[in-house]
């Protein structure tokens, strides 16, 4: 894996690569939305339509242990999810949560880790240096390792 500047400058190949390396896969819980604001990046001005089945993807593929939230929001989304109900604004969702290991859930016959990392944005919370997130990072994500 090479090195790189910023995620834009890549081609999809590139960083399907990364991901590869990693041996991380990537999916939004949001399937279908519209957003209140064009072009806007903020969880409140999205109006949700549909979620993803994230649970249909970890039973799909066995070698899933954990599932990594890098948002709060998604995290919330996520459980909201599991009732099957119908897709809500992030302002109707309640709860706190902190960065580390949530909960586990049974998929199949396996356990796996709900774990919210701490946000890659600069914004992060207090005390979040980047120095404490790519260490935090390492926790939970690591190249894979060739036998």
Known sequence: ???YSGSNNLTAAEKIEILRDLNLGI???ILEYERDIPNSTRDVDIDPKKYRSLIEIVRSNI?????LFVYES????????LNKEIPVRISSLSGRFSIGIQNEIQVNEDTIQCIILPSPLN???RGETLNFKIDYYKQYISPKTTT
């Open 1 to 3: 894996m090479g090195i």
């Open 27 to 29: 999916a939004d819980i």
């Open 63 to 67: 070698e899933i242990t954990h599932l």
């Open 74 to 81: 998604a995290y919330k989304w996520f459980l909201h999810s």
């Open 123 to 125: 914004r992060g919370r």
